[in-house]
């Protein structure tokens, strides 16, 4: 896979991400098997988390935390942050 689509694939599940297209179980799988073809259990090593946590979260299951979806996002450049649901809309301000 080329540099360009490579940024190409990022940009997309980060949009994805943030209009709710996409879960993070199925961006941290695309993310897994596009970007680096490894294996579930040579990611896990790589990230330093357990196997059962990385299956667990590309099904959306369990409850991962903040420093685990950090280290699953790392390698490509990414990690967990806050961001607003949907831009306030005009009616919606608040003191």
């Keep these: 896979m080329s540099l360009a689509d490579r940024q190409a694939l990022l940009a997309q599940l980060q949009a994805e991400l943030l209009d709710g297209r ?13 970007l ?3 294996r579930q259990d040579q990611f ?39 961001v607003p649901r949907t831009p306030p809309a005009a009616t919606d301000a608040r003191p």
Excluded at 24 to 30: C, E, L, P, Y
Excluded at 48 to 53: D, E, K, P, V, Y
Excluded at 74 to 80: D, E, H, I, L, T
């Design 44 to 82: 896990a090593r790589m990230c330093r988390i357990s196997l059962n946590t990385l299956q667990q979260l590309e099904h959306d299951q369990g409850n991962p935390t903040v420093r685990t979806l950090n280290a699953v996002f790392a390698p490509f450049g990414m990690r967990v942050g806050i």
């Design 22 to 34: 996409t879960g993070i179980g199925a961006a941290v799988r695309r993310l897994r098997t596009e």
């Design 36 to 38: 680096t073809g490894l």
